[in-house]
């Protein structure tokens, strides 16, 4: 079973910044904390990850709380070809490095 | 150009055929996994595999069957034992173990069985 759980869907406004959350109550030590985005009929893209630290790249920033039980991605200016639905997993290092999938949140961007 | 591939796109068969999904990276990458996805759906692990020559079962193993002769491909089979095999399949690779490096995927095969 996933470790991760999300909202279904969420809408912003075009423009703005778009906050998903995820909830990784029972996440271990050494697990990491990633998002995809998976655009209609595509497979996932991926977007960023981290341990511990906040992380930021081209796509997007990462944010974790100090306990690593939950985590934000944040979009700094949503634009309609974010439309898309976006996956939080943890994912362990080590031998069993299995990847499971949650449901994902459905992101709306709204012109 | 470096990436994993899956053929072909859309494939069709009829009910009671076994059917074989190809992946293949040429990133030299270790790890290689299959997902299916149905509509509206999240993507589930059908098989995973770390290394040449072993694979293990992900949470909807019934009905399918892998191989891994080779590091660079990991072809699935759709068998006729699994009952609603109509969906969008996906095919991922990754370095294996580090946890810390991202999976790469597919533009996945989409099977119709009629």
């Known amino acids: 079973d996933a470790k991760t759980t999300q909202p279904p869907s969420m809408d912003c406004a075009e423009g703005r910044a778009a906050n998903l959350p995820c909830n990784h109550s029972?996440?271990?030590?050494?697990?990491?904390v990633y998002w995809y985005r998976q655009i209609h009929s595509q497979g996932p893209q991926y977007i960023i990850h981290g341990l511990k630290n906040n992380e930021t790249n081209e796509m997007a920033s990462l944010i974790i709380t100090e306990d690593r039980k939950s985590s934000t991605l944040i979009l700094p200016h949503a634009t309609l070809r974010d439309t898309a639905v976006y996956y939080c997993?943890?994912?362990?290092?080590?031998?069993?490095?299995?990847?499971?999938f949650g449901k994902g949140t459905r992101l709306h961007i709204l012109p | 150009d470096g990436g994993i591939t899956q053929s072909p796109k859309y494939l069709f068969r009829k009910e009671g055929q076994n059917v074989t999904l190809s992946c293949e990276q040429n990133l030299n990458h270790d790890a290689m996994y299959w997902y299916r996805q149905d509509p509206g759906q999240g993507l589930r692990l059908i098989y995973y595999s770390q290394i040449v020559n072993d694979f293990q079962k992900g949470d909807i193993a019934e009905g399918y069957s892998v191989s891994r002769e080779k590091k660079e491909s990991f072809p699935l089979t759709v068998t006729s034992a699994q009952k609603n095999p109509t969906a969008f399949y996906l095919c991922?690779?990754?370095?294996?173990?580090?946890?810390?490096?991202?999976?790469?995927f597919g533009q996945g095969t989409r099977l119709t069985v009629v």
């Open positions: 997993i943890v994912r362990v290092k080590g031998r069993d490095d299995k990847i499971i």
């Open positions: 029972t996440i271990s030590g050494n697990e990491y």
């Open positions: 991922a690779s990754s370095i294996a173990g580090r946890g810390n490096t991202e999976a790469f």
